[in-house]
């Protein structure tokens, strides 16, 4: 018996349906009778033209369908943040799913017993073929579920994306379950007596044989898969919408802030304390506020006219209330087990729960709360109490709170731009996933096998993909031609896209598996649980799986939203020299200009001196006496020393946009950095000998800062002005006037320097040649300012120490101004793209009570 059951008993069938299409013809005569002549030759070229082109068609769209495959696969790893980094991306994703029903309904249709008979009666010769195949339908159709099965996993629910209410919930990818139902018909409908039957098979018969029982399983296991993980996406995002952990945590959290802020006020009315220590001897540290962390949902819950409160019931845990089942900042900040990586981790999280309320209804009302302290019990922003207090003595300066709000983002990312987050509405969902991306794994590995021994059964027969009988006929008293056997395709078009298939399927599901098993939410859930059993003073031994889980580090998995990289970017930039320039004075002064200039679209890494400058400018700035203030456009640190008194002119408000500002400042800061092209710092490390530690000298952070912070702010004016006070349209023309002016005084002088340029010049004679012609040239007031202001920096009596001390403060308190705005929807998409320092910094100007500009502009 044949181990394929019933494929090659068709004919008969088949026949008929060839009689029917041949209705004019008296009679069939059996093709196996005594043959008397051949087909002619064109007829047959014709046969072989036609089905090659039939089968070249659909083995194209085959491997087209992997490769739109691997770019869903691509494009949507990493939470779909590339998706919103580029629009080509966005458009190829798009396309790849858009296509992939009309390429499927096609291809399964053409399985069909019948589909590829073919007929063709031609000056007075008919010639007939019965094509049938059996190894190359099982592929189609499970190559049509392993796309499915790719695309399931590569899909984020949508309704993570859902702005706090704001618009209409998306949910999860239904049309995923409408294209898994609509290829299950097809292959059911088609292979209906072969294969469809033989999935509820368990012994051989006559028409089932046992590769086709096998094949049957093989094709349609996946449905199931697919359905599983389509209901676990749909039952999670259901269950987070209405978790108040989750979905509706917002109004939760701002109900709790109020509550938290009146019963603070009252217990200092009463002359009572609001805050406990924890530690001995000279270590004791205050605690931070019972922010909340995790366990909302284990609570009753009341609904108010704006959000939502705990029920009266529930004791507020300012003096060491029952917190059971709830975990709160204050709870994992006094257990000498959790890791202080873990509890700065807690704290992202419970900041981001406090961002989140500002992308809700409660924006302004947050902000009010969190700038007044009313979380801490002092008169002091959150800023203050928690992240200025850096237990790491060995951690750079400012490094700590960048961390801590570069994962609050990440957690914003997620929550906004993938199915992660809803997962862990129940806790164990995660568990569920994983299995279910474990036994997908599995299924693809059992696939591969059998698939390859069906290959191999069917090369050992001489098979192609179709087979074809076929002969032909001269008329309806005329014999037929003798039989003959063709086979159309090769195996390799069936069996190596399918192999494809199977490892991107394998790539997805074990990204998965590492987006669960790396992801910052299950570290802070694994966190919450064991505060949990501390609370319930059931302590229990930590299992070693558990802190695997909180060492886990994919960075090519799970990245952080903020890659810890700042745009550069100068108006001076697209006059690098050619190198027929380079020989003369201009040619020598540009490469002198754009030495250290990157490309426009190039990110630096931020260096240490960035973050200990703005960190130094925002604790200032948020001082009791400064708060009330606020942020300044760089004149407060102007006025801060005598010296920097004869710059305000540069930063006045009242007569300059934001926009002038910036860019006035910007061509100063490259015009000084001409006069002074490399610190003499930067190359002597001490002079007590090489023993000695290095002696780090403020003139070197100060350089870095001010000119890393001045090619960031004119980053910003080019390629994300949505982010900046000024209109975008006003900002972006500007930022070309001034280049092209720029451009249009150095070319021009360029052209008319035609004599050779001296063997070498000091720095000070290209910085006097470029200040005049940028002086005397140029057409553009913002370019000839920024020529005044940088000589005016060069000519300082106080020397260029205090010059570069006052561009890093200016620049420090500049970008510190731009940051906080209400512009939610701008800040959500640079999220979306993967962050920026301007985002980041406007996370953390709202922890410090920051959130909106000076209403006098720049300057103030």
């Known amino acids: 018996m044949d181990l394929w059951g019933g494929g090659h008993c068709f004919a008969p069938m088949i026949l008929s349906s060839v009689a029917r299409q041949q209705s004019d013809r008296r009679t069939i005569m059996d093709p196996r009778s005594a043959p008397t002549w051949a087909c002619p030759s064109v007829a047959v070229a014709a046969f072989y033209g036609t089905m090659g082109r039939r089968i070249w068609l659909g083995n194209a769209m085959l491997l087209a369908s992997a490769a739109m495959t691997g770019v869903m696969v691509g494009v949507g790893g990493g939470s779909g943040r590339h998706r919103h980094r580029h629009r080509l991306a966005r458009l190829v994703f798009l396309g790849a799913n858009t296509l992939f029903l009309p390429v499927v309904s096609y291809v399964v249709s053409t399985l069909r017993d019948s589909a590829n008979d073919y007929v063709n009666k031609e000056d007075g010769t008919t010639l007939a073929a019965l094509c049938h195949s059996v190894f190359h339908p099982c592929m189609v159709i499970t190559w049509a579920f392993l796309v499915q099965m790719a695309a399931t996993s590569a899909a984020s629910a949508a309704g993570s994306r859902e702005v706090e209410g704001r618009t209409k919930a998306a949910g999860p990818p239904w049309e995923l379950l409408v294209k898994a139902v609509w290829t299950f018909y097809l292959g059911a409908s088609i292979t209906n007596k072969r294969f469809f039957r033989g999935l509820f098979r368990v012994s051989p018969s006559a028409n089932h044989g046992p590769l086709t029982l096998i094949c049957s399983k093989v094709m349609f296991a996946p449905f199931l898969l697919i359905c599983a993980k389509i209901w676990i996406k749909c039952y999670s995002f259901r269950k987070a919408r209405k978790s108040f952990a989750l979905g509706r945590n917002p109004g939760l959290v701002f109900g709790y802030m109020e509550e938290l802020q009146r019963v603070r006020r009252s217990q200092r009315q009463r002359g009572g304390t609001t805050t406990t220590a924890v530690g001995d001897g000279d270590q004791d540290a205050v605690l931070p506020p019972p922010l909340l962390v995790m366990g909302e949902d284990s609570k009753p819950v009341k609904k108010r006219p704006r959000g939502y409160v705990f029920s009266d019931a529930w004791t507020m845990p300012t003096d060491g209330g029952s917190t059971a089942g709830l975990v709160t900042l204050d709870r994992v900040w006094e257990l000498d087990s959790v890791a202080p990586t873990s509890k700065d981790l807690c704290l992202s999280f419970a900041l981001f729960k406090l961002l989140r309320c500002r992308f809700a209804r409660y924006d302004d009302d947050i902000a009010d709360v969190v700038g007044r302290g009313g979380a801490t019990g002092h008169d002091e922003p959150l800023w203050t109490s928690l992240l200025l207090k850096d237990d790491d003595g060995d951690e750079q300066h400012g490094s700590r709170v960048f961390r801590v709000i570069a994962d609050e983002l990440s957690f914003v990312h997620d929550y906004y731009n993938s199915s992660l987050p809803t997962s862990y509405a129940k806790c164990w969902l995660p568990a569920v996933s994983v299995l279910v991306s474990l036994m997908s794994i599995g299924y693809c590995a059992v696939a591969a096998y059998f698939i390859a021994a069906f290959a191999g059964e069917v090369h050992r027969r001489g098979r192609g993909q179709i087979n074809c009988e076929f002969w032909c006929s001269g008329g309806p008293t005329e014999p037929v031609s003798r039989l003959r056997k063709k086979e159309f395709g090769s195996l390799y078009f069936d069996v190596l896209p399918e192999f494809l298939l199977l490892v991107l ?98 990110k630096v890494e931020v260096p240490a001196a960035v973050k200990a400058c703005v960190v130094d400018a925002l604790t200032r700035a948020t001082t009791t006496a400064a708060r009330q203030v606020g942020v300044g456009g760089g004149a407060a640190s102007l006025q801060r020393s005598q010296a920097g008194k004869g710059f305000l002119w540069a930063c006045n408000g009242r007569t300059m946009s934001t926009a002038d500002v910036m860019l006035t400042w910007h061509i100063a800061t490259c015009v000084f950095e001409v006069r002074h092209p490399c610190c003499r710092w930067e190359d002597t490390d001490t002079e007590q000998g090489s023993s000695s530690p290095r002696v780090v000298v403020p003139v070197v952070e100060h350089r870095s800062a001010a000119t890393h912070l001045s090619r960031y702010c004119a980053y910003l004016m080019t390629w994300a002005p949505e982010l900046l006070p000024d209109e975008v349209a006003w900002t972006k023309s500007l930022y070309e006037a001034v280049k092209e002016d720029a451009e249009r005084v150095l070319d021009a002088a360029r052209a008319a320097s035609a004599a050779p340029a001296p063997p070498l010049m000091m720095p000070d004679d290209e910085y006097q040649d470029l200040v005049a012609l940028l002086s005397e040239r140029s057409s553009h007031v913002v370019v000839k300012n920024g020529a005044r202001l940088g000589r005016q920096l060069v000519e300082l009596v106080e020397g260029e120490e205090t010059a570069w001390a006052i561009l890093a403060g200016f620049w420090a308190e500049m970008i510190l101004y731009v940051a906080p705005s209400n512009n939610l929807k701008g800040h959500r998409k640079a999220i979306a793209r993967g962050g920026e320092l301007v985002t980041l910094l406007w996370a953390l100007l709202f922890h410090a009570g920051i959130h909106t500009r000076p209403a006098s502009g720049v300057g103030v």
């Open 505 to 602: 399927v394998v790539i997805a599901e074990a990204r998965d598996i590492a987006s669960y098993a790396c992801s910052n939410w299950t570290k802070v859930a694994i966190i919450c649980h064991h505060v949990r059993r501390e609370q319930e003073a059931r302590p229990r031994r930590r299992r070693w799986f558990a802190l695997l889980l909180l060492r886990c580090r994919c960075q090519k998995v799970v990245s952080s939203c903020w890659e810890e990289k700042m745009g550069q970017c100068s108006v001076l930039l697209a006059l690098r020299p050619t190198a027929a320039a380079g020989a003369n004075f201009l040619g020598r002064l540009s490469r002198r200009v754009f030495r250290h200039l990157p490309d426009e679209k190039v």
